[in-house]
């Protein structure tokens, strides 16, 4: 009989909810909220990762997926909750600088004129990687919408590609 309160107890302790016992946490605010409903405000495209002996940015790209007259966004950060840092055209070559972790979005440097600049200053090697700073604008492009070319002549990039020889 006198293990029928205890055995009482027991079973009302284990109906309620579970405590969480952590004094180091001593905190008055409120916890911060997860990381995917927070939002990035920029995060620079890094130019340069290749280290000196290759270009500030080891690729060129154009956008795909996209029909005439439709624009890409540019990010901020690479996040789609990320501010808005502009809009390329359909047909836009820029030069890819890096990529997200996960490989959803390529930073890119790209000049207003929708064509490669060489007055970017990406198309040959830096000394040390850094943080793109102009002149030419800079963000993230999702990278399913990205097409890798190479060069950085002016060819359209609608142009077929060279006929191989003994095709």
Request: proline share 8%; aromatic share 6%; net charge negative.
């Amino acid at each position: 009989m006198r293990s029928a309160p205890i055995l009482l107890l027991l079973l009302l302790a284990a109906c309620g909810e579970a405590v969480k016992d952590d004094h180091f946490a001593n905190r008055t605010e409120a916890p911060e909220p997860p990381a995917e409903a927070q939002t990035a405000s920029a995060m620079p495209v890094r130019v340069g990762e290749l280290g000196p002996s290759f270009d500030a940015c080891g690729a060129v790209g154009t956008t795909r997926h996209l029909k005439a007259g439709e624009r890409l966004p540019v990010r901020a950060a690479p996040f789609e909750n990320a501010a808005d840092a502009g809009s390329v055209a359909a047909g836009t070559r820029f030069f890819v600088c890096s990529r997200s972790i996960d490989q959803k979005w390529l930073g890119i440097v790209f000049h207003d004129s929708g064509r490669l600049e060489e007055s970017c200053g990406v198309s040959g090697p830096l000394p040390a990687r850094r943080a793109y700073d102009g002149p030419c604008r800079s963000g993230w492009v999702a990278s399913a919408f990205v097409r890798l070319t190479a060069g950085i002549d002016d060819a359209p990039a609608n142009q077929p590609a060279p006929a191989r020889e003994g095709a």
